[in-house]
């Protein structure tokens, strides 16, 4: 199944309203602007396989799988509000589809949770993060792959302000206790997001 076909899946089976095929080209639209290097389509496409991993988890599956497409809709490496951006954008999009309130915040707020400022209790919540953060558990090629990319949106920062701050941000993640807070991802890839993440501060983040 493509990704288009799983979106309009998902549009189907949460009977929203309205074309959904039109609201999947805005999104393909918005995932391949010429500023995004690693938050594309190419991201909410792994992330979509990530989440068949743990479909059964989630209390509402459908309200996760909405907010893996949207989390990073609006992504302006210049900005630092696109995951409120991206969740009033969803909120918006759900509310012309006449779905519920309820819905529609309950997607927001999972959106919001991958700010990454804490790590969430709920469930469904724990699901989109350990989603989010999958790629830091990558071979370290690909991992480095990925590094080099988010660099390259953040191009404009000067490299003796980006790989310091870069290196305290990952340096928060190895100090919790777990990266990965789901039994199949803390399983899958803890090992090595903390692997990548120490070398990758040994290596640039000095």
């Known amino acids: ?23 999947f080209c805005k999104l393909k639209e918005l995932y391949s602007e010429p ?4 938050h594309n389509t190419n991201h909410i496409h792994q992330s979509l396989q990530q989440f068949e991993y743990v479909r059964h988890l989630p209390n509402d ?3 996760v799988e909405m ?5 990073d809709a609006i992504y302006y490496p210049k900005s630092s509000n696109n995951e409120l951006r991206s969740a009033k954008f969803a909120l918006n999009v759900m509310r012309l589809a006449k779905l519920s309130d309820s819905y529609g915040m309950t997607v927001y707020a999972l959106i919001m949770d991958t700010r990454h400022l804490r790590q969430p ?6 699901v989109l993060v350990d989603i989010d953060l999958s790629s830091l558990g990558k071979p370290w090629t690909e991992f480095l792959r990925d590094s080099k990319n988010i660099r390259e949106e953040y191009s404009f920062i000067p490299d003796e302000i980006f790989y310091p701050e870069r290196a305290k941000i990952l340096q928060r993640f190895l100090k919790r206790p777990s990266i990965f807070l789901t039994q199949f991802f803390h399983k899958k890839y803890e090992e090595q997001a903390r692997d990548n993440l120490t070398r990758w501060i040994k290596e640039f983040g000095a």
């Open 121 to 126: 209790r709920k469930i469904d919540a724990q």
């Open 1 to 23: 199944m493509t990704d288009k076909d799983k979106f309009l899946d998902l549009w189907q089976r949460i009977d929203a309203k309205g074309d959904g095929l039109v609201v």
């Open 35 to 38: 500023q995004r290097k690693y």
């Open 61 to 63: 599956p459908e309200a």
């Open 67 to 71: 907010a893996i497409w949207f989390h």
